[in-house]
């Protein structure tokens, strides 16, 4: 099975299972995306293995939520995520992460410093 990168447009009854996971603290009912708020996930074996957030205005986009269950952390299943959903949306020129609930800031920074990102005042940017 190959891992793959997905935007979710409709959830799944497995799908909200599988957020459920990556995203306890937030409601099924507060996932659904639309147009500008976007929804990425990484996928293996028809399930869900981490999730981002993706707001869009114009030519910038803000990221949020990035989180990728425990067990397949550091196996390169973020900076997949995170790469593809980039190179798929090559209109947008500026990209920040923000750090809002972010368990441990060095391992989000190393991660996004991976990834070109640099600090900025409420995350990092690239
Ligand atoms: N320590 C140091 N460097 C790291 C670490 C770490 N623990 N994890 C990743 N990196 C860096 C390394 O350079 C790594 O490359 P290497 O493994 O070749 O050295 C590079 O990032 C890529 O690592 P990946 O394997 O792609 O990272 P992973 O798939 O584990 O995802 C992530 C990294 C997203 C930071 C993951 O650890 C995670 O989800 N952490 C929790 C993030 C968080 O706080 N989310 C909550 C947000 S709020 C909310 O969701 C409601
Ligand atoms: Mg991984």
């Not at 799908?15 to 996928?43: F, N, R, S, V």
């Not at 809002?100 to 900025?120: H, I, K, T, W, Y």
């Amino acid at each position: 099975m190959k891992l793959t990168i997905l935007r979710l447009t409709t959830l799944s009854d497995q799908d909200i299972i599988d957020l459920g996971k990556i995203w306890p603290e937030y409601p099924a009912d507060t996932l659904q995306p639309d147009a500008t708020h976007m929804l990425y996930a990484a996928c293996f074996n028809e399930r869900l293995l981490g999730a981002v957030r993706v707001t869009v205005n114009g030519q910038r986009a803000m990221l949020d939520s990035l989180r990728i269950r425990d067990l397949t952390r550091r196996r390169g299943v973020g900076l997949y995520l995170i790469e593809e959903l980039l190179a798929r949306h090559p209109e947008i020129t500026h990209w920040e992460m923000s750090d809002q609930g972010v368990e441990d800031r060095a391992v989000m920074n190393a991660f996004m410093q991976a990834l070109g990102f640099s600090p900025c005042a409420h995350g990092w940017q690239r």
